[in-house]
């Protein structure tokens, strides 16, 4: 889940750059600079946000569809279900 995470953000990154570097072409267009040529322009920001979201939002999440079945188990039990879920539970 971090790294969808992460490439959403990274992505959103880029689609950020992209919208000031729109807003800069006007600028660039008064100076007579060709769109092609504005530095760190990536014409595939809005692809690679629209890929990112997607597979961020078809991310499955096994352990919240498991929890309800934990509830007459053993309090150990649960703690090596959140254990092997990544949570932080004490092992005590």
Do not use: Q, W
């Amino acid at each position: 889940m971090t790294a969808a995470v992460v490439a959403v953000n990274n992505a959103m990154s880029v689609m950020g750059v992209n919208s000031g570097l729109h807003n800069g072409y006007l600028h660039a267009l008064k100076k007579k600079t060709p769109y092609a040529e504005v530095p760190l322009l990536n014409r595939n920001a809005e692809a690679k946000l629209n890929t990112t979201v997607a597979c961020f939002d078809s991310l499955t999440f096994p352990i919240v569809d498991d929890f309800p079945k934990l509830v007459d188990e053993p309090l150990s039990k649960i703690k090596d279900v959140l254990f092997f879920a990544g949570g932080e539970l004490s092992k005590e």
